[in-house]
């Protein structure tokens, strides 16, 4: 069951400018992650932010959480050739859940 | 370095036959998990197991089976049952129970029928 929707599906950025993709998911969730995937390779975990949180920064990534309109958004700022890759969220939506479910992903490209 | 790696990276298969993929991890973690990812989809969740000699189906279980005889292995078989196997297989695991936390991906194998 696909529970994240990520939006836009493509993202064509210049290097240096910043890169935002957003999350929507549609039932109640403990926490939700981002994860980058480079073409043809496994998935990396960026980060996590819980049901209780709205605002979490790692570098130059900035995830926010709106619980009450059921999205996360995922800021890139100064981007960079190396920042191309397939992004994805995650939701836990149970108590202990093992089911993580992902979304479709955005394949942000950053030209040098 | 401690890992999960995933072998063989790409396998051709015929119809008709079984076909075993493996992913070993050695970050002492509890659970493990298969996934499966078609072009410009999201991974869904094929069998996922939480302690040795235990595991659960996910969302598309048909057609896959699954062992997990020692903690560092997870073994994923395709079975001639399955009937659009052609896809990019990822495993992952995380650590600590009754959580979830952090999946750590392997590089994937990547299985094509001919």
């Not at chain 1, 992004?87 to 955005?106: E, I, M, V």
Request: proline share 3%; glycine share 10%; net charge neutral.
């Amino acid at each position: 069951s696909q529970q994240g929707e990520e939006d836009p599906q493509a993202l064509s950025i210049q290097e240096g400018e910043n890169a935002t993709m957003n999350c929507s998911y549609k039932t109640s969730i403990n926490n939700l992650q981002w994860y980058r995937q480079n073409s043809g390779r496994g998935l990396v975990h960026l980060i996590l932010i819980r049901s209780n949180e709205r605002e979490k920064h790692s570098g130059r990534l900035r995830v926010t959480l709106d619980t009450s309109k059921k999205s996360s958004s995922l800021l890139i700022t100064a981007s960079r050739a190396a920042d191309t890759a397939s992004y994805f969220c995650a939701t836990d939506s149970g108590a202990g859940s093992y089911q993580l479910t992902f979304g479709k992903g955005t394949k942000l490209s950053v030209i040098p | 370095d401690g890992g999960i790696t995933q072998s063989p990276k790409y396998l051709f298969r015929k119809e008709g036959q079984n076909v075993t993929l493996s992913c070993e991890q050695n970050l002492n973690h509890d659970a493990m998990y298969w996934y499966r990812q078609d072009p410009g989809q999201g991974l869904r969740l094929i069998y996922y197991s939480q302690i040795v000699n235990d595991f659960q189906k996910g969302d598309i279980a048909e057609g896959y089976s699954v062992s997990r005889e020692k903690k560092e292995s997870f073994p994923l078989t395709v079975t001639s049952a399955q009937k659009n196997p052609t896809a990019f297989y990822l495993c992952a695991s995380s650590g600590g129970t009754g959580t979830t936390g952090e999946l750590f991906f392997g590089e994937g194998s990547r299985l094509t029928v001919l």
